[in-house]
């Protein structure tokens, strides 16, 4: 990610990619930043580093992160905000990346590509199918639908 501009010539840019792609919103590309520090700072990478493989995150690197970083943030609301923001698949969030590449904001190096991010992760698998409440309490609900009718 290029620091390099101002932060009004930061909003602009990013602004503008939302207005010419419609398909996300301004807190999607938001959090794909926040995703991306929560991976380099996870994975140890130097990001003041002149060395590009120091700082470099691969797309799957980074969708890995995406998604611990979308559990921790949302939880079981992880699909639902996810969603509201336009994000529905892994392909999303590469389409979000090279918008941001393109725009001069995110750097990327010649291996990397949109294809980086086809076939990461199941949507419904990773934060519906495979979310755990974590803790060292018990939870349970039994389910059993009113037999009154709302007049």
Same mark, same amino acid.
């Given at each position: 990610?290029? +620091? ?10 990013l602004?503008?990619?939302t207005? &010419?792609?419609? $398909?996300?919103t301004?807190?999607?590309y938001? =959090? ?9 700072? +996870?994975m140890?990478k130097?990001?003041?580093?002149? +060395?590009?493989?120091? $700082?470099?995150?691969? !797309?799957q690197?980074?969708?890995? !992160?995406? +998604?611990? =970083?979308?559990? &921790?943030?949302?939880?079981y609301? #992880? ?9 529905r698949?892994?392909?999303?969030? !590469?389409?979000?990346? =090279?918008n941001?590449?393109e725009?001069?904001?995110?750097? &990327?190096? #010649?291996?990397?590509s ?21 803790? &060292? =309490? ?6 059993e ?5 709302? $007049?």
């Open positions: 990610m290029s +620091k390099k501009a101002s932060p009004q010539t930061w909003w602009e840019k602004r503008g990619i207005k &010419k792609d419609q $398909r996300y301004l807190q999607a938001q =959090f794909v930043f926040e995703a991306l520090d929560y991976t380099t700072q +996870k140890g130097d990001l003041s580093s002149p +060395k590009e493989e120091e $700082r470099h995150v691969t !797309g690197q980074l969708l890995e !992160g995406i +998604k611990e =970083f979308t559990l &921790k943030e949302f939880g609301m #992880a699909r639902p905000v996810l969603e509201l923001w336009g994000i698949c892994c392909e999303d969030f !590469g389409e979000i990346v =090279f941001l590449v725009t001069g904001l995110m750097g &990327k190096t #010649a291996s990397d949109r294809e980086d991010f086809k076939g990461g992760f199941d949507f419904k698998t990773a934060f519906d199918d495979e979310f755990q409440i974590k803790g &060292k =309490f018990n939870v349970t609900f039994k389910w639908p009113s037999r009154t009718k709302y $007049r």
